[in-house]
């Protein structure tokens, strides 16, 4: 079983700067992806980025690419999301996700989540 855990959401004025993280642990974690998405009220569960574990190829949402940067620490088990120049509209709860073969944008493809963590961008 793999535990997924986000941090580092909070409250940012718009142009600001957030970075997340997702602490992975595990008895047998080896992921192929790690990725990030993110769900407003009332909106689908979106993709925004994706990281193979072992390449370190990334992909990212056309609302957040030159903007959001994905990253890994190896030694912590741990994906950073690292989101800079903020939009309103990045408003969202952000999850981590994981699963054992290539990126991809689909949700339903990810096997593990984690709870989430409320990112607010105001005006």
């Known amino acids: 079983q793999v535990q997924l855990v986000e941090s580092g959401g909070g409250l940012v004025q718009a142009g600001g700067s957030l970075r997340l993280s997702c602490a992975a642990s595990?008895?047998?974690?080896?992921?192929?992806?790690m990725g990030w998405f993110r769900q407003a009220p009332g909106k689908e569960r979106e993709f925004v980025a994706g990281l193979d574990w072992l390449s370190r190829n990334t992909r990212y949402a056309d609302s957040v690419k030159g903007r959001f940067t994905i990253s890994r620490d190896n030694a912590k088990n741990t994906v950073y999301l690292q989101m800079n120049l903020l939009k309103s509209e990045d408003t969202a709860v952000y999850l981590c996700a994981a699963r054992s073969w290539g990126i991809t944008t689909t949700a339903a493809s990810y096997d593990y989540w984690g709870q989430g963590t409320q990112v607010t961008v105001s005006l």
């Open positions: 595990g008895r047998t974690f080896s992921p192929a992806t």
